[in-house]
């Protein structure tokens, strides 16, 4: 991972206090769940399993989200927000904003390997 995804990753994940959880329906994220591409090698994996959120960065540890409303969710450890639209999901934390593209799941898994394959290869990113 380079040092800029390195940067945005360690950003996503500040320690901040506790926010309150909102009213929201989790059935109402199902829409929005799938990968979004941060940068040309790290992709956000968002997925939800009953009433519990999940966003799993490339190459981090999986961080439980929770819903402030119909379309954002927030972390308890962190003092990032997810905003959710139709095409992308924008990364807020403090003034940090980040738009990251959805993509499908194939794709996000592919440019994954190819990481992987470049990291166990010792090879450089080809840009």
């Known amino acids: ?15 901040v206090p506790s926010q309150a959880q909102t009213s929201a ?16 090698a790290m992709f956000l994996w968002i997925r939800r ?4 959120f999940f966003v799993h960065p490339t190459g981090q540890p999986e961080h439980e989200a929770i819903p402030k409303s119909a379309t954002v969710l927030a972390f308890a450890d962190a ?3 997810l905003t959710f639209s139709d095409k992308e999901v924008l ?11 959805r993509v499908t799941a194939e794709f996000a898994k592919n440019m994954e390997d190819a990481l ?4 166990k290869g010792n090879q450089p990113s080809p840009a």
Request: hydrophobic residues 40%.
């Open 91 to 101: 990364l807020r934390n403090g003034n940090l904003e980040r738009h990251a593209a």
């Open 116 to 119: 992987a394959r470049r990291i």
């Open 25 to 40: 329906d989790a059935t109402d994220f199902d829409q929005y769940m799938g990968a979004y591409q941060v940068t040309p």
């Open 79 to 81: 003092p990032t927000e």
């Open 49 to 52: 399993d009953g009433d519990r």
């Open 1 to 15: 991972m380079g040092l800029i995804q390195f940067c945005l990753a360690a950003l996503l994940f500040l320690p």
